[in-house]
């Protein structure tokens, strides 16, 4: 079956200007993940939806990040103001929720912020 | 916190055993040893997991010491496909926040 997709593949953008990344959990999937990982560095995470419970937003790094997720499935990170530290690789998983072992990985969305 | 800690690089000649090791001393008992890859622009891919016992599935094997303060993961006939940067992650099972990636070893499998 389809696994996570993540769109766009790659967005540059001007510093200053907000962008949105959008990723397709896998159907089924309650849970859902977004983590960054700049260049040559290992995964840190963002922020975590478990069906309709309060999403978990520990590791956003400023209130310029946000995300929701709609109907349970769809899911959209927006960075307002980019600065150029934001530039890195977003990268989406889903699982089937709490007690599952395996989260499934989308490709990444790679931003880079000019 | 990654809770682990790997090597930062090995090499492997292909067609032999790859041996990751990973130690992760202050364990806890309900937590599980996670094994994930990253191919260079992928996303990262599960591998195996376990809590004590040895683990072996299509793509390699687990091993865990007695004390569970490390373990290792086996690749038994490593391909040049396997080049990647390995991730070792301990997380108590029914936890649904994030795994916590550390850097990993990157693992070259040679011609």
């Known amino acids: 079956g389809a696994g996570v997709s993540q769109s766009p593949s790659n967005k540059v953008t001007e510093k200053g200007k907000d962008v949105e990344l959008r990723c397709d959990p896998i159907?089924?999937?309650?849970?859902l993940y977004w983590y960054r990982q700049s260049l040559g560095q290992g995964l840190e995470f963002l922020i975590y939806?478990?069906?309709?419970?309060?999403?978990?937003k520990s590791g956003l790094p400023s209130d310029r990040f946000s995300a929701e997720r709609t109907g349970g499935s769809v899911s959209t990170l927006t960075i307002q103001r980019t600065q150029q530290e934001d530039s890195a690789v977003y990268l989406c998983?889903?699982?089937?929720?709490?007690?599952?072992?395996?989260?499934?990985f989308g490709p990444g969305t790679r931003l880079t912020v000019t | 916190d990654a809770k682990t800690t790997q090597p930062p690089s090995m090499d492997c000649a292909e067609g032999r055993a790859a041996n990751l090791p990973c130690n992760h001393s202050?364990?806890?008992?309900?937590?599980?040893v996670y094994w994930y890859r990253q191919i260079h622009s992928q996303g990262p891919q599960y591998i195996i997991h376990?809590?004590?016992n040895n683990e072996t599935n299509e793509m390699a094997s687990l091993i865990i010491t007695e004390d569970r303060k490390s373990s290792t993961l086996i690749l038994p006939h490593a391909t040049l496909r396997d080049t990647a940067v390995y991730y070792c992650i301990v997380r108590a099972r029914g936890e649904g926040q994030n795994f916590v990636f550390g850097p990993g070893t990157r693992l070259s499998v040679l011609p």
């Open positions: 202050t364990i806890s008992g309900n937590e599980y």
């Open positions: 159907s089924g999937h309650t849970a």
């Open positions: 376990g809590l004590k």
């Open positions: 998983a889903s699982s089937l929720g709490q007690g599952a072992s395996e989260q499934y």
């Open positions: 939806f478990q069906g309709n419970s309060a999403p978990d």
